[in-house]
Structures are given as structure tokens and as C-alpha cells.
T-cell receptor
Framework: DAMVIQNPRYQVTQFGKPVTLSCSQT?????MYWYQQKSSQAPKLLFHYYDKDFNNEADTPDNFQSRRPNTSFCFLDIRSPGLGDAAMYLCATSRGGQTGANVLTFGAGSRLTVL | GENVEQHPSTLSVQEGDSAVIKCTYS??????FPWYKQELGKRPQLIIDIRSNVGEKKDQRIAVTLNKTAKHFSLHITETQPEDSAVYFCAASTYSSASKIIFGSGTRLSIRP
């Protein structure tokens, strides 16, 4: 089945120790997103790619970086995680484009714990 | 940039009654308004969406209305059932290559038996 797969599902790291979260998709969607969701809050957009074009939100900390080496994969790098970065990280995809195909398909999420 | 406000933050209704959740948006260029439902411990799932060329859309017990002039849109759930208990998020977006989708703050809906 076509889907969005995130790894790992659970990540525990120490304060300041870099982590990388991965997302892969078999939908051949043009757009890939990274959202941060803290408990009882809305998903907060960190950045997204339309194909290879990178779009960073103005309030996304520099501590967060992203890579999209090909259509299928996207990575979230957190260079020096702080306690405040503990959250669920949701990857999503959409077809994108002028036809307005903006329906998001979410992965199951990667829950990050920072000790 | 776009800002989406959502009210109320929590809503409790008797099973069988209706529930209404309201959102406002700031960017007049926004033309696509989806609603997502997130059950506890699960990923958000699209339940209904509306595009700016229509004022209302229905899907069984769920309906969404849009007022472009006032920049607000609402989710209506009729004949609520226990499985409707979840957090609901509205969102706004534009038809563009950037395809940026911004969520409202969410409404926790509880259905009382």
C-alpha cells in the first residue's frame, strides 16, 4: 500500500546529542512537510519541500535542518536537541500544484524524548 | 503569513446533539480549507475539505461552511456519536506550488453518553 513511513517511531536522546528522523513515501507526492506537535497542541509547520525547493518557516529554530535527497525521502536533523524539542514529529506529503491537491497524508510520527 | 484561529478549544456535547467548531483566517489569498480529526495517539486524518469556490459542503453527518467575505469557516457535526470524540483541527492553504498548510489550535470534542 502506498504510504508515508517514519523511522524511528520512538527516539530517546540526550541533551545536545544530534538526532536524525527519516520519512519515506511511496505516493510519489511532490510536497513533503515536517510538523512538530507537542502535547495537546496543533501541528506546527517547521518546513516543507516542493520537489527540491526548500521552504523554511520564519520561526523554525536554526537547530532544525532538513534534507530531501530524492522524491521519496526526507530527513529532519536536530543538531543539538534541548528539553523543549521533545515532541512528536510528523511527516506529511501532498500532491501539491495548481490543481490544489493539498490533501495531507501523515506518517505515524516519531516521538522524540530528550533526557 | 497566514494565521488561523480556532474556537472553542474544548467542546462537550450530549450524544445525538450537534457540535459546531469555528475558524477564522487572515490571508485573503487562502482558498483551500481542510478539517482534520486526530484521535488519541493517532495521526491526523482528513475528514472534509472545502474550496473557496463553494460556500458549503456536506458528507453524511459532517458539513463545512465558508464565508470568504468574513474569512471564517465552520465544521458542523450532527447526530454526534461516541466515536466523534477526538481533537479537530481546521487549516488553511492556497493553491500554489508552495502548498503551505497552516493549522488552527485545535478543538477537543467530547461526546457525553
Amino acid at each position: 500500500d502506498a504510504m508515508v513511513i517514519q523511522n524511528p517511531r520512538y527516539q530517546v536522546t540526550q541533551f545536545g546529542k544530534p538526532v536524525t528522523l527519516s520519512c519515506s513515501q511511496t505516493l510519489n507526492h511532490n510536497v513533503m512537510y515536517w510538523y512538530q506537535q507537542k502535547s495537546s497542541q496543533a501541528p506546527k509547520l517547521l518546513f516543507h519541500y516542493y520537489d527540491k525547493d526548500f521552504n523554511n518557516e520564519a520561526d523554525t529554530p536554526d537547530n532544525f535542518q532538513s534534507r530531501r535527497p530524492n522524491t521519496s525521502f526526507c530527513f529532519l536533523d536536530i543538531r543539538s536537541p534541548g528539553l523543549g524539542d521533545a515532541a512528536m514529529y510528523l511527516c506529511a506529503t501532498s500532491r501539491g500544484g495548481q490543481t490544489g491537491a493539498n490533501v495531507l497524508t501523515f506518517g505515524a510520527g516519531s516521538r522524540l524524548t530528550v533526557l | 503569513g497566514e494565521n488561523v484561529e480556532q474556537h472553542p478549544s474544548t467542546l462537550s456535547v450530549q450524544e445525538g446533539d450537534s457540535a459546531v467548531i469555528k475558524c477564522t483566517y487572515s490571508d485573503s489569498a487562502s482558498n483551500y480549507f481542510p478539517w482534520y480529526k486526530q484521535e488519541l495517539g493517532k495521526r491526523p486524518q482528513l475528514i472534509i475539505d472545502i474550496r473557496s469556490n463553494v460556500g458549503e459542503k456536506k458528507d453524511q453527518r459532517i458539513a463545512v461552511t465558508l464565508n470568504k467575505t468574513a474569512k471564517h469557516f465552520s465544521l458542523h457535526i450532527t447526530e454526534t456519536q461516541p466515536e466523534d470524540s477526538a481533537v479537530y483541527f481546521c487549516a488553511a492553504s492556497t493553491y500554489s506550488s508552495a502548498s503551505k498548510i497552516i493549522f488552527g489550535s485545535g478543538t477537543r470534542l467530547s461526546i457525553r453518553p
